[in-house]
Nanobody
Framework: VQLVESGGGLVQSGGSLRLSCAAS????????IGWFRQAPGKARERVSC????????VYADSVKGRFTISSDKATNKVYLQMNRLKPEDTAVYLC????????????????????WGQGTQVTVSS
């Protein structure tokens, strides 16, 4: 299983970015996909999850109404459209695949099947 994020960068407050997570090594829909982020000195936190087969989505309260997660079966990619970005959105954004994300958008416990990408940096300037 391999997950590769792209699309990060530097943007001004109020701007937009679209992150991509290219997944390979498993059949589309076999795992739920989640986006998480980690800012310097802070714990990793969930951003959003999607169950690709039924398109059920979950969002953290802090991004609800601003971010949209979607998936593309043809390319086996998951996207995170981020609008109205704020400086507090600055973090490394990581995508992850796990059976857990189909039913629960939370970081899987140690030992639970999970795969993580390397992350992409998002910096929002004020």
């Amino acid at each position: 299983v391999q997950l590769v994020e792209s699309g990060g960068g530097l943007v001004q407050s109020g701007g937009s970015l679209r992150l991509s997570c290219a997944a390979s090594g498993f059949v589309y829909g076999a795992y739920g996909i989640g986006w998480f982020r980690q800012a310097p000195g802070k714990a990793r936190e969930r951003v959003s999850c999607i169950s690709p087969l039924d398109q059920i989505t979950v969002y953290a309260d802090s991004v609800k109404g601003r971010f949209t997660i979607s998936s593309d079966k043809a390319t086996n990619k998951v996207y995170l459209q981020m609008n109205r970005l704020k400086p507090e959105d600055t973090a490394v954004y990581l995508c992850a695949a796990s059976p857990m994300f189909v039913s629960s958008c939370r970081e899987p416990p140690e030992g639970y099947p999970q795969f993580w990408g390397q992350g992409t940096q998002v910096t929002v300037s004020s």
